[in-house]
């Protein structure tokens, strides 16, 4: 990845993808373990519900042998839907445990806890104008790979797993896959208006709007299979 720096001006390569989703997994990884490591990063973020994609990055950096810090931030045990029936998500959930255990092998630092911008004021509904709604919807301007990855980010700063102030490379996507990468220097969630800094963006869809179910979207991209299938190490 180059950079140059001129007059105060620096340059980086950003990646934009014609489609969204897990059919980008690899190349977002490749790229933000590649950006973690020329900064210097404290911990490359994985936002994961199943597993499959910190899996992908975290033999990445066992083959690179890189030293970096991996925090993988998972859902809580529940389901969501897909093309054949509902998929489990959360590494909790009984059919995703494997990968839970495969991570923890790996050296993974495993966070799960309450989305910061899903709180319990959300039961209300997701579609009203609650603060959370709000920010919610604004960050979704860039996609939702990259509010996931903000997201992922404080919440990973929130369970200590990295500190207050930390610059980290943060990954997240849209339904299944990883296809958004961004460093920022983080915070607590509840300083998020006042602190967090998006300092990058490595890598997101080009197109940002989804349409819902995400795998009836022409623009989404992957291979939903896989995840009907039981998780290989």
């Given at each position: 990845m180059s950079e140059a720096k001129n007059d105060g001006i620096i340059t980086r390569e950003v990646y934009y993808y014609k489609f969204k989703g897990e059919?980008?997994?690899?190349?977002?990884?490749?790229?933000?373990?590649?950006?973690?490591?020329?900064i210097?990063?404290?911990?490359?973020?994985v936002a994961s519900e199943t597993g499959r994609s910190a899996l992908k990055a975290a033999k990445l950096l066992r083959d690179l042998n890189a030293g970096l810090k991996l925090v993988v931030v998972t859902h809580p045990p529940d389901e969501t839907w897909g093309p054949r029936g509902k998929i489990p998500i959360g590494l909790r959930h009984p059919r995703n445990v494997k990968a839970l255990r495969c991570l923890e092998s790996l050296g993974a630092i495993i966070v799960q806890g309450t989305r910061p911008l899903a709180p319990t004021s959300r039961s209300l509904g997701w579609?009203?104008?609650?603060?959370?709604?709000?920010?919610?919807?604004?960050?979704?301007?860039?996609?939702?790979?990259?509010?996931?990855?903000?997201?992922?980010?404080?919440?990973?700063?929130?369970?200590?797993?990295?500190?207050?102030?930390?610059?980290?490379?943060s990954l997240g996507g849209t339904f299944k896959g990883l296809d958004a990468a961004i460093v920022a220097k983080t915070t607590y969630s509840y300083y998020f208006l006042k602190e967090y800094e998006l300092l990058e963006i490595i890598a997101k869809p080009y197109y940002t709007k989804v349409k819902f179910p995400e795998y009836q979207d022409p623009t989404w991209k992957g291979n939903l299979e896989r995840y009907y299938e039981e998780i290989k190490c």
């Amino acid at each position: 990845m180059s950079e140059a720096k001129n007059d105060g001006i620096i340059t980086r390569e950003v990646y934009y993808y014609k489609f969204k989703g897990e059919v980008n997994t690899e190349h977002v990884i490749k790229v933000a373990v590649r950006r973690a490591l020329e900064i210097g990063s404290s911990a490359l973020i994985v936002a994961s519900e199943t597993g499959r994609s910190a899996l992908k990055a975290a033999k990445l950096l066992r083959d690179l042998n890189a030293g970096l810090k991996l925090v993988v931030v998972t859902h809580p045990p529940d389901e969501t839907w897909g093309p054949r029936g509902k998929i489990p998500i959360g590494l909790r959930h009984p059919r995703n445990v494997k990968a839970l255990r495969c991570l923890e092998s790996l050296g993974a630092i495993i966070v799960q806890g309450t989305r910061p911008l899903a709180p319990t004021s959300r039961s209300l509904g997701w579609e009203q104008p609650l603060p959370e709604v709000i920010i919610d919807k604004v960050l979704s301007i860039f996609g939702q790979g990259v509010k996931i990855a903000i997201e992922a980010s404080l919440m990973a700063t929130d369970s200590g797993a990295v500190n207050r102030g930390d610059i980290v490379v943060s990954l997240g996507g849209t339904f299944k896959g990883l296809d958004a990468a961004i460093v920022a220097k983080t915070t607590y969630s509840y300083y998020f208006l006042k602190e967090y800094e998006l300092l990058e963006i490595i890598a997101k869809p080009y197109y940002t709007k989804v349409k819902f179910p995400e795998y009836q979207d022409p623009t989404w991209k992957g291979n939903l299979e896989r995840y009907y299938e039981e998780i290989k190490c």
